[in-house]
């Protein structure tokens, strides 16, 4: 049986809405007072202000409405107002809103880390360290690693997207926007080719073979036994939604264990429901050494996470790891309100529901335009690469111009890609069928319109 939204009741009536002078009078004074305070660097892709946002529903000051297959990047897999998750909030805002783990600890800590040993993949001894961002939980995955194996090298791959600190800038592939004029970078790391189906020169090389090709660049580069960790999302996010071809992860992990290399999956992005399984490991069962969290963890509250082997986590001092507002208890409850809702809406089947619906329709629009060169992803963590009609040439322009349209319509979609040719769908997977429908019709208008 598939499980529908049915049962997921909205506070805002969901539809979508958009007045003729969109962006309104409300949001244009508001980016005015913004540009005179916010520093510029800090750019937002959408020129509206939220006022409310509910299901599959963004609502701006000025009244209009927009279907949100963003999900704030990921992170409002369960809705940016999830009644259980605001349920908790406001329960545990009540009682204390810090206190620092560190100092004097709470329960809420504990039991998210029971949560996340009991969710992530495999069923050896683990443990938990909770922080802020994502960037953190990479940052910590990393010193982790070269602690328990005391080793310096880190590997990275082409097109990876791993945060704006200084370490996960040098592990992030793309300069612009990330790391052009930020250096100098972190040492030690390491750039090796990922498995990017769509664009192998060799279309028939195996998810084993691109796995063969990054570890022979290991060996002869680095050596096996010098380096700490891979890294990989094992879906990459930022970089294009890259699926690497089957093979392509089993392969990397088994290298890595015989080598006693640390493998991090960093599922800040694919994590939690994403996929339409817990973790996008899933899919070919490999099991990392320490996987990193944050984003769809706790219903858009600040919370990240590295979940590991207990060896390698407790193979650090006490103090060693850490932070003033790591596991912050508010932040806390909303995980584990956010896990609960997780489960009693099954997200995992909505989000292979989600993947039938969208996959449909946009291999039914692959198939008449020849600007999309690729459909690709798995559950809502779904995307459409443009190029110049049949060929590989990436089309930056069609894909603004794509996004563009779809905002005037009143759908927010997003787009990422090295080549920033890449249309990403990751819709709350608290949306109605209806509301995505819609919002793939107005996507496919915008590309016939704009091809
Ligand atoms: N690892 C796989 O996707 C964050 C950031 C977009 P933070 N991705 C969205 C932007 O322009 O800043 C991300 C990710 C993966 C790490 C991170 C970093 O997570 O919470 O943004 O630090």
Known sequence: MTTTAHDITYRLEQKRRVQADFPGPKSVALTQRRKAVVAAGVASSVPVFVADADGGIIHDVDGNSFIDLGS??????????DPAVVGAVKEAVEHFTHT??????????VAVAEQLNRLTPGDHEKRTVLFNSGAEAVENAVKVARLATGRDAVVAFDHAYHGRTNLTMALTAKAVPYKTNF????????????SYPFREENPAITGAEAAKRAITMIEKQIGGEQVAAIIIEPIQGEGGFIVPATGFLP???????DKGIVFIADEVQSGFCRTGEWFAVNHEGVIPDIITMAKGIAGGMPLSAITGRAELLDAVHPGGLGGTYG???VACAAALASIGSMEQYDLNARARHIEEIALGKLNELAAEQSVIGDVRGRGAMLAI?????????????LTKAVAAACLKEGVIILTCGTY?????LLPPLVISDELLLDGLQVLAAAVKANA
């Open 100 to 109: 620092c783990f560190m100092v004097t600890p709470y329960e809420g800590y």
């Open 72 to 81: 704030g990047i990921a992170v409002t897999s369960v809705g940016a107002s």
């Open 327 to 329: 596991g912050n208890p």
């Open 251 to 257: 392969a990397l992990a088994a290298w890595a264990k």
């Open 385 to 397: 690469e443009l190029v110049q009609a049949g060929t590989k040439e990436p089309n930056p322009e």
């Open 420 to 424: 920033g040719n890449v249309i990403r």
């Open 183 to 194: 250096g100098p970078f972190a040492p030690e790391v390491y750039r090796m080719p990922m």
